[in-house]
């Protein structure tokens, strides 16, 4: 069975940082590519950034408003994957889910229950 | 940027009716469109793939058509669980893109 298991949400005042974590288990993580989508309260879905797996060059890719400020990173020895994200802003508050990546046309096949990331002075 | 449009924002219909959602892309996708179906408090799911392939496991009364920059959800007869939001998202290019999404609600 596959799942993903988000942490590391939380609290945090505009310009701090913090780190997710992804957990994953059920599929061949290091062939996986995975990406971060999040979804600010009552809102749609914003695609976040991706990271291909090692084998595609472990490129990443980001969304405009988190380009220079947020970082994925996967660590496929611990089949986890990360968001490092800094310079936060109000306007990153938002339940945050990790998703994996599916083939042939990219859907986001499996999600994570999500963890929550609030910003606010 | 592919700019992502759905319609209608929402939608109001009966258990057993057939339920259309249209999405259309701001340029040619091919058939890199895929749709989610998200309730209350739970994370989205996989519905459709590749504009048309159903994912394993999802009910047969969904389906999905198009190719290019207009493409359809179809619930052929409305259950109960099937009210929520449904959003469409095209994997064409990045930055990965989704439409507002579309409420399906109780009438």
């Known amino acids: 069975e596959v799942q993903l298991v988000e942490s590391g949400g939380g609290s945090v005042e505009p310009g701090g940082s913090l780190r997710l974590s992804c957990e994953a288990s059920g599929f061949s993580f290091s062939h996986a590519w995975m990406s971060w989508v999040r979804q600010a309260p009552g809102k749609g879905l914003e695609w976040v950034g991706r990271i291909k797996s090692k084998t595609d060059r472990g490129t990443t890719d980001y969304a405009a408003p988190v380009k220079g400020r947020f970082t994925i990173s996967r660590d496929d020895s611990r089949n986890t994957l990360y968001l490092q994200m800094n310079s936060l802003k109000i306007e990153d508050t938002a339940m945050y889910y990790c998703?994996?990546?599916?083939?042939?046309?990219?859907?986001?096949?499996?999600w994570g229950q999500g963890t929550l990331v609030t910003v606010s002075s | 940027d592919i700019q992502m449009s759905q319609s209608p924002s929402s939608l109001s219909a009966s258990v057993g009716d057939r339920v259309t959602i249209t999405c259309r892309a701001s340029?040619?996708?091919?058939?890199?469109l895929n749709w989610y179906q998200q309730k209350p408090g739970k994370a989205p799911k996989l519905l459709i793939y590749?504009?048309?392939s159903l994912q394993s496991g999802v009910p047969s009364r969904f389906s999905g058509s198009g190719s290019g920059t207009d493409f359809t959800l179809s619930i052929s007869s409305l259950q109960p669980e099937d009210f929520a939001v449904y959003y469409c998202q095209q994997s064409y290019s990045v930055p990965w893109t989704f439409g507002q999404g579309t409420k399906v609600e109780i009438k």
């Open positions: 998703t994996w990546v599916g083939p042939t046309s990219y859907p986001f096949d499996y």
């Open positions: 590749a504009a048309s």
């Open positions: 340029q040619s996708i091919s058939n890199y």
